[in-house]
C-alpha cells in the first residue's frame, strides 16, 4: 500500500518562499515509471494542479505559475518536493502530494499552509 | 490555463440517478483518453473514483460510471446514497504536458 505524507512549515510570509515535502512509501519515487504530483486547494475554492515529477527526473509545470514553482525529489530519502517561490495570500491552501501525472488513487492527506505576516 | 467547467451543484433524492458534466476543449478532455473522477469529502483527501474517461478502480463502487462525448465527459451517480454527498472534480491531461481540474460540483443529498 502506497502511503504520502506531506510536511512542512504552516505559516509563510509574504514574498517569502513556500517549501514543503511529501515522503512516500509502499512505493518509490525512483523506479515503476510514475509521476508525482502537488495539487493544492485554497479556502472555498477548487482543486488546482500545480506540476509533477517522473521517476526519470523531469519536470512537468502548471503554466500559470511556472515561473514561481519548483518541484524536485531526493531518491535517497524516497521524497519529493515543492518549492513556491515569491508567496502571496493567494497561495494559502491546502496542498496535497499525490502520485500520477493525472493524479490517481494514492494522494497525501494534506497540510494547510497559510501566507500571512 | 480555465478550469475545466462543472456545475457548481448537483441534487438528488435517495435512490435516484445523478450526473455531472465537466466541459472542456480538444486540447484536453476531447482530446486525450485521461479524464478522472474524483470525490472529495472535506477534511479528506480526495478519492479516485473514475480514471482514463471510464475506468472504476478497485473498491469504487459500480454506481459510479463515467462517459465521454467530444468535449465533454460525465460521471454519473446511481442508487444516490446519504455517503455520496460530496464535492466532485474531473481533471484532464493537456496538451503540452500539464493537468487541468474542474472547478468542482457539490452533490447534495435529498
Known amino acids: 500500500q502506497v502511503q504520502l505524507q506531506e510536511s512542512g512549515p504552516g505559516l509563510v510570509k509574504p514574498s517569502e518562499t513556500l517549501s514543503l515535502t511529501c515522503s512516500v512509501s509502499g512505493g518509490s519515487v525512483s523506479s515503476g515509471g510514475y509521476y508525482w504530483s502537488w495539487i493544492r486547494q485554497p479556502p472555498g475554492k477548487g482543486l488546482e494542479w500545480l506540476g509533477c515529477?517522473?521517476?526519470?527526473?523531469?519536470?512537468n509545470y502548471n503554466p500559470s505559475l511556472k515561473s514561481r514553482v519548483t518541484i524536485s525529489a531526493d531518491m535517497s530519502k524516497n521524497q519529493f518536493s515543492l518549492i513556491l517561490s515569491s508567496v502571496t495570500a493567494a497561495d494559502t491552501a491546502v496542498y496535497y502530494c499525490a502520485r500520477g501525472r493525472v493524479p490517481g488513487d494514492y494522494w497525501g492527506q494534506g497540510t494547510l499552509v497559510t501566507v500571512s505576516s | 490555463q480555465s478550469a475545466l467547467t462543472q456545475p457548481p451543484s448537483a441534487s438528488g433524492s435517495p435512490g435516484q440517478s445523478v450526473t455531472i458534466s465537466c466541459t472542456g476543449t480538444s486540447s484536453d478532455v476531447g482530446g486525450y483518453n485521461y479524464v478522472s473522477w474524483y470525490q472529495h469529502h472535506p477534511g479528506k483527501a480526495p478519492k479516485l473514483l473514475i480514471s482514463e474517461v471510464t475506468k472504476r478502480p478497485s473498491g469504487v463502487p459500480d454506481r459510479f460510471s463515467a462517459s465521454k462525448s467530444g468535449n465533454t465527459a460525465s460521471l454519473t451517480v446511481s442508487g444516490l446514497q446519504a455517503e455520496d454527498e460530496a464535492d466532485y472534480y474531473c481533471?484532464?491531461?493537456?496538451?503540452?504536458?500539464?493537468?487541468?481540474f474542474g472547478g468542482g460540483t457539490k452533490l447534495t443529498v435529498l
Open positions: 515529477i517522473h521517476d526519470r527526473g523531469s519536470t
Open positions: 481533471s484532464s491531461y493537456v496538451a503540452g504536458n500539464s493537468v487541468i
